[in-house]
């Protein structure tokens, strides 16, 4: 992690910007189109590490269940391109209010 953090990480920004500069044109970068290479691979964790990592990201709405199957190789799903959350967090003013009306996100009824 720290040949990653205090070698790799200053190089492959470097490479990054120098690339974006002689290979997109002034109006793609204008347009906020950037170089970007994935080093999440120097980052790989044992299968169940990042099993459990891509599970805590979908379940908390971080990452879409398609994003975590392409992280893994796997073909995309029927309804993987949705966020998904756990239904248990709500805001404290609609405790309770779940089971009655349908409540706006402002809290009042609809």
Same mark, same amino acid.
């Given at each position: 992690?720290?040949?990653?953090?205090? %070698?790799?990480?200053?190089?492959?920004?470097?490479?990054?910007?120098?690339?974006?500069?002689?290979?997109?044109?002034?109006?793609?970068?204008?347009?906020?189109?950037?170089?970007?290479?994935?080093?999440?691979? #120097?980052?790989?964790?044992?299968?169940? %590490?990042?099993?459990?990592?891509?599970?805590?990201?979908?379940?908390?709405?971080?990452?879409?269940?398609?994003?975590?199957?392409?992280?893994?190789?796997?073909? #995309?799903?029927?309804?993987?391109?949705?966020?998904?959350?756990?239904?248990?967090?709500?805001?404290? %003013?609609?405790?309770?209010?779940?089971?009655?009306?349908?409540?706006?996100?402002?809290?009042?009824?609809?």
């Amino acid at each position: 992690m720290a040949f990653y953090v205090d %070698t790799i990480l200053f190089i492959v920004k470097q490479y990054e910007e120098e690339i974006t500069y002689k290979l997109l044109s002034q109006k793609l970068i204008d347009s906020g189109y950037y170089w970007r290479f994935n080093v999440n691979v #120097i980052l790989r964790a044992d299968s169940k %590490t990042q099993m459990e990592s891509l599970a805590i990201g979908v379940n908390n709405g971080i990452i879409k269940p398609d994003e975590a199957r392409n992280e893994l190789d796997r073909p #995309i799903a029927d309804g993987g391109d949705r966020l998904y959350a756990n239904g248990n967090y709500i805001p404290l %003013t609609l405790a309770g209010k779940q089971y009655g009306a349908v409540v706006d996100s402002e809290g009042g009824e609809e």
